[in-house]
């Protein structure tokens, strides 16, 4: 049990001693965490240090640095599970079969992952590779056209820029106005180009 702030308290800082080092570990994580979210409600992200992590997370610097190497890991680790999760999105038939759906899940998901976003946004760090690397343009439109290739990557960057414009502005549209949006600019491009 973690107490009113989400941190251990002594007692159950001595039960860790007997979890093994995954689970130690993995503890250790996310009350570095859960120290950072707190620390970026009080301060500017840039003026947290790492002392004040570990002080508010109730751990030593040594165990900070058994689990990262500097605060901006435990942001990138925050990045890497959302890009994972968009990615994911890249897996379904529905891309293909359904692009109008896929878009809004996708939207859906930054939705639900808002206050993730904010943290990254808020400390500068944006998650340009959302997709790992797969050409979402590509994976609906395929094809061996080089001039078709470099419309694919700025047709992907509009997405990215629309995607984070949303969010900034708060989310105030539905998902479903939004994948339309994107819907429109895909088939758009791809009808100019064809």
């Known amino acids: ?10 007692l159950q800082k001595k039960e860790v001693l007997r979890m093994n080092n995954k689970e130690s570990n993995q503890l250790t994580r996310e009350c570095l965490q859960l120290a950072l ?4 409600g009080d301060h500017p992200y840039e003026k947290i240090t790492v002392s004040e992590i570990v002080r508010r997370a109730g751990v030593s610097r040594t165990a ?8 901006e890991d435990i942001l990138n680790e925050w990045g890497s599970r959302l890009v994972q999760s968009i990615s994911e999105l ?12 896929w878009f809004q899940d996708v ?3 930054i ?11 808020q400390a500068g760090i944006q998650q340009r590779n959302l997709f790992s690397g797969k050409s979402i343009a590509e994976l609906l439109y395929p094809s ?11 047709t992907e960057a509009a997405f990215f820029q629309i995607l984070i414009s949303w969010f900034r502005d708060g989310m105030r549209e539905e998902e479903e106005y939004m994948a339309n949006i994107c819907v429109n600019i895909f088939d758009g491009v791809l009808k100019i180009l064809t």
Do not use: C, S, W
């Not at 939705?111 to 946004?121: C, G, S, V």
């Open 37 to 40: 979210i707190h620390l970026m």
């Open 64 to 71: 900070f640095y058994r689990n990262y190497t500097d605060k």
């Open 107 to 109: 939207f859906h998901l």
């Open 144 to 154: 061996t056209n080089t001039e078709i290739k470099y419309v694919h990557i700025a």
């Open 111 to 121: 939705r639900e992952n808002k206050e993730t976003i904010a943290l990254l946004d």
């Open 1 to 10: 049990m973690k107490n009113e702030k989400g941190f251990l308290t002594e």
């Open 90 to 101: 890249t897996e379904k038939p529905e891309l293909r079969e359904n692009p109008k759906q």
